[in-house]
Structures are given as C-alpha cells and as structure tokens.
C-alpha cells in the first residue's frame, strides 16, 4: 500500500505570509499528485493536478511543485480566504487514489 | 453548470447495507470517471472507488469486500452500496466526478484529480 504523509499537520499563518505544505508518497508516483482546499462543512475543491497545474479558476498565488515521492503547495501572500484543510492525492499505477491526512492553516 | 447530487437515508443501522446515489446534471456521464469519497466526523478524507459508464469500477483495497458502486446511465446516476456497516462508516459522503486522460487510446483516470464535487450527504450508522 502507498503510504502519504503531509507536514505540518497544522500551520499557524497571518495574512501576507507564504506558507509550504510538504506531502510525501511512500513510492514514486510520477506527478500524479493532487491538491485540494477544504472549508468546514464543505465539499473539497480542486486546486491543483498533475502536481502543479493550476486548475482553471484558482488564483495564482497557488502553485504546486515536486515529483517522485516528495511535492509541495505553496500559497503566495496568504488571504483571508485560504484558512483552510489542505489535503494532497495521488494516483498510482495501480488505477487507486489516496489522500494525504490533511493540513490545517489557520490564523497565527 | 455541473452539479453532483447525493442522496440517500441518513440513519443505517448497524450491520445492515448503506445505499446512496449521486445524480449528474450539466455533464455527459459517458465522458467521465466518478467517485464515491468518504470523511468521518473531524478526520480526512477516505477514497471509496470509481466507476466508468461501462461498468468498469476500482475500490479502496480497505472497503472492497464490503462496497459496491453502479451506474446507471439512462438516469444519469451512479451509486454506492456499502454492506455490513459500523459505526466507523459514519461519515459525510461524497461523490465526484474524474476526468479522462487517454493512453493509448484507453481512458484512464487519474492525471487531473477529481474536479467537481457533490455537497456531501451525512450518514450516520446507529442502533
């Protein structure tokens, strides 16, 4: 089974900062890598796929980076609407998903 | 506009089956992949499986033997069947949808993540 670990679990930020959430896979995937946003008591939204392509809508203070086994999100001059839980994703040669255990950026 | 619907009872007793059903509007349901997602009260999210509209489905290796999904395509519908549930299948519910990639003619899933999602539908399993 692949194994993902995401660090922080948890990030204190303020408005302005940018911050770098680090998600590691247990086996080379490629950049067959995913992130995603998710506010309290809503559905996850896509941001980025295929490690660090910006999907069509998201602001571009958003970019992802990284490949193998070890990839990163980064958020330029962090906004008030990016407190958030930030989960990666992958997809392996075995046709299965798994997500990261999730990092929560909250205010400092 | 895509919009995924859930829905589905949202009390199941202990060791009886879970069914939900995702309706699709404003998509093809032929030109894509779709999923079911899972996230229990205050943890991550737990992925479940996909199917194509041919009937070609993947599960989570930790659910298979209890977890069935269909499509129908007619209705516009694809469905989660969870047999056997606990407590820990208390969860909000998710369905989502895959966009293709092809390889060598083959549709494949995965390149682009998952990109539209459905509200969520709470399920709670208790006696």
């Known amino acids: 089974d692949i194994q993902m670990t995401q660090s922080p679990s948890t990030l204190s930020a303020s408005v302005g900062d940018t911050v770098t959430i680090t998600c590691r896979v247990s086996?080379?995937?490629?950049?067959?890598l995913a992130w995603y946003q998710q506010k309290p008591g809503k559905a996850p939204r896509l941001l980025i796929f295929?490690?660090?392509t910006l999907q069509p809508g998201v602001p571009s203070r958003f970019s992802g980076s990284g490949s193998g086994t070890e990839f990163t999100l980064t958020i330029f001059s962090l906004q008030p609407d990016d407190f958030a839980t930030y989960y990666c994703?992958?997809?392996?040669?075995?046709?299965?998903?798994?997500f990261g255990p999730g990092t929560k950026v909250d205010v400092k | 506009q895509v919009q995924l619907q859930e829905s589905g009872p949202g009390l199941v007793k202990p060791s009886e089956s879970l069914s939900l059903t995702c309706t699709v509007s404003g998509a093809s349901i032929s030109a894509y992949y779709w999923s079911w997602i899972r996230q229990p009260p205050g943890k991550g999210l737990d992925w479940i499986g996909y199917i194509y509209f041919n009937g070609s489905t993947n599960y989570n290796p930790s659910l298979k033997s209890r977890v069935t999904i269909s499509i129908d395509t007619s209705k516009k519908q694809f469905s989660l069947k969870v047999t056997s549930v606990t407590v820990a299948d208390t969860a909000v519910y998710y369905c989502?949808?895959?966009?293709?990639?092809?390889?060598?003619?083959?549709?494949?899933?995965?390149?682009?993540?998952?990109?539209?999602w459905g509200q969520g539908t709470s399920v709670t399993v208790s006696s």
């Open positions: 086996q080379s995937i490629s950049t067959w």
């Open positions: 994703q992958q997809y392996n040669s075995f046709s299965l998903f798994t």
């Open positions: 989502a949808r895959v966009p293709i990639r092809m390889v060598r003619g083959d549709p494949l899933p995965g390149e682009y993540g998952m990109d539209v």
């Open positions: 295929a490690s660090s």
